[in-house]
């Protein structure tokens, strides 16, 4: 009886998730780590109104997402592990996990929610600042030390690179793939990437 009271709890969290919930959702089933502290774009005072818009559009939306994650864990829907203030690891909860792999429905919804929503908003945004040329070199910036440095990081980071690895974490692009011929001082190599199956112009 409680077993299935559980999964009808579950089942409605999945019915009335947003489409935000629903990809970090389907990406905590995929134990996914997301680098959001290392993401922040940090803006100077020099910035037209445009571009200051785009980069507070941007960090809004990594704030919007970790506070979900944090929002999703306290409901019991997903555990996340903070990698010293750095990042999320994400895992669905056991009785989660075992809805979604027992449900082929729900996990096609998933899958298709994840790509819509990577497509309209998370590849739109990432387009937009690699576009930009202003943002692109404030992307390039060593990371400030806003939050604890993870003993795995020897060397400085940056912004650029932690939105990369995000990019690839989330099936968009292979950072690791062969990419001798990219030019790191171009912005527009960035969106030529070798593309993954959720890029949404990739044909598998």
Do not use: C
């Not at 785009?54 to 704030?63: G, H, K, Q, R, S």
């Not at 997903?78 to 895992?91: K, T, V």
């Not at 968009?172 to 030019?183: A, E, R, Y």
């Amino acid at each position: 009886m409680q077993e299935k009271k559980e999964t009808r709890r579950l089942k409605k969290i999945l019915k009335e998730a947003s489409p935000l919930d629903k990809f970090i959702i389907f990406n905590a089933y995929r134990n996914v780590y997301l680098p959001l502290n290392g993401m922040i774009i940090i803006p100077n005072s020099q910035l037209n109104l445009e571009t200051q818009q785009l980069i507070n559009l941007f960090n809004e939306y990594v704030d919007v997402l970790q506070l979900n994650i944090k929002r999703l864990g306290n409901e019991r829907v997903l555990f996340f592990q903070d990698q010293e203030y750095w990042g999320y690891r994400l895992a669905l909860s056991s009785d989660f996990a075992s809805l979604i792999y027992k449900d082929k429905e729900i996990q096609e919804k998933l899958l298709e929610g994840n790509k819509t929503f990577i497509r309209e908003v998370i590849y739109s945004l990432y387009e937009r600042l690699m576009q930009s040329d202003i943002i692109f070199k404030l992307l390039q910036r060593p990371q400030p030390q806003l939050y604890q440095q993870p003993k795995t990081i020897l060397i400085p980071t940056t912004t650029l690179a932690n939105i990369n690895i995000f990019m690839h974490n989330i099936h968009v692009f292979n950072i690791l793939g062969d990419s001798g011929n990219l030019n790191p001082a171009s912005p527009n190599a960035y969106l030529n990437f070798p593309k993954r199956e959720f890029h949404p112009e990739f044909k598998g």
